[in-house]
């Protein structure tokens, strides 16, 4: 299969709190999960991604767990600012006919209250 | 360095139309891929062209269709439009390939009202 199931759909949390938003993925086959956070009006702009080789990244405020075995990733993010207000979406490479191509969740809208 | 554009942004048609939406990628980027952004379904991955090559294409009908030229311009195409296509298109441009890891850098997208 080459759904990416992504939750929850929408999220609202205080200035200050921690965020975290889940995904699974179908293919075992998969190896690259980026996540892309899209502001109002514009394009989707990559802010973290992992690979199958590694459990885990941290960038700042927003780290990334991969568990392969659960199939399934999440995106934390620390100390949410009002700027971290966005929808964020996950993806996962789906292979193809001897390529891959990237499959995206359906997103997360955060809503940071300050 | 300028970023992916889009034309045009915004563009109103009728059912049975069709509609042709352009891309220039990021100056170096050989990769272009297609998405259909729709409030209750996210982004849907359309096609991918690779040099001039499709790579992959997603679940959609034969009336959706693209091509990228030499330059690595790309161009979409929705023939017979339906009510059901009014939605954003996005562009995105990257160095390699999107499943392999390459970043995608997105344009700020075409946005189709069908009526």
């Known amino acids: 299969g080459e759904n990416v199931e992504q939750h929850p759909s929408t999220l609202s949390v205080q200035e200050g709190d921690s965020a975290v938003i889940k995904c699974t993925y179908s293919d075992s086959a998969s190896n690259y999960f980026p996540w892309y956070k899209q502001e109002l009006g514009k394009g989707p702009q990559l802010i973290i991604d992992?690979?199958?080789?590694?459990g885990e990244k941290k960038d700042q405020r927003i780290a990334v767990t991969l568990n392969k075995t659960a199939k399934h990733f999440s995106l934390h993010i620390t100390e949410t600012q009002p700027e971290d207000s966005a929808v964020y979406f996950c993806a996962a490479s789906i292979p193809q006919g001897g390529s891959e191509k990237l499959v995206f969740g359906k997103g997360t809208k955060l809503t940071v209250n300050p | 360095k300028a970023g992916v554009t889009q034309t045009p942004r915004y563009l109103i048609k009728t059912r049975g139309q069709q509609v042709t939406l352009s891309c220039s990628p990021i100056s170096g980027h050989r990769s272009v891929s297609w998405y259909q952004q729709t409030p209750g379904q996210g982004l849907q991955f359309l096609f991918e062209y690779f040099s001039e090559t499709q790579r992959n294409k997603g679940n959609f009908p034969g009336r959706f269709s693209g091509r990228q030229f030499s330059n690595s311009r790309s161009e979409m195409n929705v023939s017979t439009l339906e009510l059901g296509d009014s939605a954003l298109y996005l562009c995105?441009?990257?160095?390699?390939?999107?499943?392999?890891?390459?970043?995608?850098?997105f344009g700020e997208g075409s946005r189709l009202t069908v009526l």
């Open positions: 992992i690979r199958s080789n590694v």
């Open positions: 995105a441009s990257s160095l390699r390939p999107s499943g392999s890891g390459g970043e995608l850098f």
